[in-house]
C-alpha cells in the first residue's frame, strides 16, 4: 500500500449514525408498503437518484412521490419520514476526524439530497459547535449539489481530478460496498467500515 496523502469520508453510517429502516417503518405507518422498492442502502430507483442528484426540487419530488405511491400525503408527511433515517453524529468519530487535519487531506463525498441536508446540518448543530460541518474537511461534496452519484465512477474521479489526488495515495471510507468496489476499480484504497465499527478504531 502506498502511503496515504488524502482521505475521503462518506457521511451517513460513517460519521452519521443512520437507520434505513426507521425511514421505511415510518413510511409503513403512513400507509407505503413497498418503500424497499424504491429505495434503499444498496439501491434507488430515477425519483430517489433524481433527488440525490439535484434534478428534481423538493416541492417536485413530494408531489411525484404522492404520483407514484397513489397517496395523497401532505408534504410534511412526506419529509418527516425520509429523513427518519437520521440520527445523531458521531461524536468521537467527529473529534478523530479534527486530529487527522495536520497529517492529511480531508474530503467528504456523501450521496445525500437538499432535504436530508438541511436535515443533518440541523441535526449537528443541536450541540454547541466550535465551526460548521464543513469546515472538518478540506472540501465537502454532496451529490445533489455535483449531479453526480456513488457508485458511479465520474463522482470519484471529479474529486480526485479537482483535487489533484492520487488514486494510489488516497484512501476512501464508506459502509457501502458498491461504492467501495468502484473507488477500488479506480486505484483508490479503501476501507469497508462495516456495522459496529468506527473510524476512530482505524490504523490511520
Do not use: C
Amino acid at each position: 500500500m502506498q502511503r496515504t496523502e488524502a482521505i475521503i469520508f462518506d457521511l451517513g453510517g460513517v460519521i452519521l449514525n443512520i437507520d434505513y429502516h426507521l425511514t421505511r417503518q415510518a413510511f409503513e405507518k403512513l400507509g407505503i408498503h413497498n418503500f424497499n422498492n424504491m429505495y434503499s442502502q444498496a439501491a434507488a430507483n430515477d425519483l430517489f437518484d433524481d433527488l440525490e442528484t439535484g434534478k428534481i426540487s423538493e416541492a417536485d419530488f413530494y408531489k411525484e412521490f404522492n404520483n407514484r405511491s397513489g397517496s395523497a400525503l401532505a408534504d410534511d408527511q412526506i419529509r418527516n419520514a425520509w429523513n427518519a433515517m437520521l440520527l445523531d453524529f458521531r461524536e468521537q468519530s467527529l473529534a478523530f476526524i479534527g486530529s487527522l487535519e495536520s497529517k492529511y487531506k480531508l474530503f467528504l463525498l456523501s450521496n445525500t439530497n437538499h432535504i436530508h441536508k438541511k436535515e443533518f446540518h440541523q441535526i449537528y448543530h443541536l450541540k454547541k459547535r466550535a465551526r460548521p460541518f464543513d469546515d472538518y474537511f478540506d472540501k465537502a461534496y454532496y451529490s445533489s449539489d455535483m449531479g453526480l452519484r456513488k457508485p458511479n465512477a465520474n463522482i470519484y474521479e471529479y474529486v480526485l481530478r479537482e483535487n489533484k489526488l492520487d488514486a494510489g495515495k488516497t484512501l476512501f471510507i464508506d459502509d457501502s460496498v458498491q461504492n467501495i468496489e468502484t473507488a477500488k476499480a479506480l486505484g483508490i484504497q479503501t476501507i469497508l467500515l462495516r456495522t459496529g465499527n468506527f473510524i476512530e478504531d482505524l490504523p490511520l
